[in-house]
């Protein structure tokens, strides 16, 4: 998995500790247990709790603050950075908050792995009474490779470094045209709606 992914759990129904909203890989059939929670994520208890290795230790620490019944938890997936963090929109001592609860993970991401993983969104309630929807509203971009990032660096910098050079006419260098063709480009494709609008909460 790559690129930057945000969605929202809206909580209908929730006690303090029983509901928690994260991430997962697929897990195996053979050793799942799907009677605990597990990946990494965000208890409404105030901590984040992860499971660790094969034999599914768990971690918990003090992370946040308390989401309860009414509350919308944003969660935001950077596979770019390996890092995953939350947001909380609700009460707060009768006052309406919209927090930036920070990283609660930065290492979902590993130097030594080979193998890229794959998250997928993950709920786990403890009470038959516990009820989480999600939202509409989801984002996502998905973050070029290293190859194509290297590449763009490289025309940036023959960009600027040439910028000062004297032109013989007012038209462009050569090397220089592959800008004006991505913008043009931009702006006929943004002029004809085909850019998919999202309202966000800014």
Same mark, same amino acid.
Request: hydrophobic share 35%; glycine share 10%; charged share 25%.
């Given at each position: 998995?790559?690129?930057? #992914? ?5 909580? *209908?129904?929730?006690?303090?500790? /029983?509901?928690?909203? +994260? =991430? ?6 053979? @050793? ?7 990946? #990494?994520?965000?208890?409404?208890? $105030?901590?984040?709790? *992860? ?5 599914? +230790? ?5 992370? +946040? ?7 919308? =938890?944003? =969660? ?16 707060? %001592?009768?006052? #309406? ?12 991401? /590993?130097? /030594?792995? =080979? ?10 309630? @403890? $009470? ?11 984002? @996502? ?7 194509? *990032? %290297? ?9 600027? /470094? ?20 991505? +913008? ?10 085909? #850019?998919? $609008?999202? $309202?966000?909460?800014?």
């Amino acid at each position: 998995s790559c690129g930057v #992914h945000f969605w929202e759990f809206k909580v *209908e129904q929730a006690e303090v500790g /029983s509901i928690f909203l +994260g =991430v997962s890989e697929k897990p195996d059939s053979k @050793s799942a247990r799907l009677t605990r929670w597990m990946g #990494h994520g965000f208890v409404s208890n $105030r901590s984040s709790y *992860e499971t660790t290795g094969h034999g599914m +230790g768990e971690r918990v620490a003090v992370y +946040g603050d308390q989401f309860h019944t009414g509350d919308i =938890v944003g =969660v935001l997936l950077d596979l770019n950075r390996g890092r995953l963090s939350f947001f909380l929109d609700g009460l707060k %001592y009768g006052e #309406h908050i919209i927090a930036d609860l920070g990283d609660a993970f930065d290492n979902l991401i /590993s130097a /030594s792995s =080979v193998k890229p993983r794959t998250l997928f969104p993950i709920v786990g309630i @403890s $009470r038959s009474s516990d009820r989480v929807t999600l939202t509409p509203r989801w984002l @996502s971009s998905v973050g070029a490779n290293s190859q194509e *990032e %290297y590449g763009l660096y490289q025309k940036a910098w023959l960009l600027l /470094s040439s910028w000062s050079r004297e032109r013989p006419t007012q038209m462009p260098f050569d090397e220089h045209m592959w800008i004006y063709r991505d +913008g043009w480009r931009n702006w006929t494709a943004w002029k004809t709606s085909k #850019h998919l $609008r999202i $309202r966000s909460r800014c």
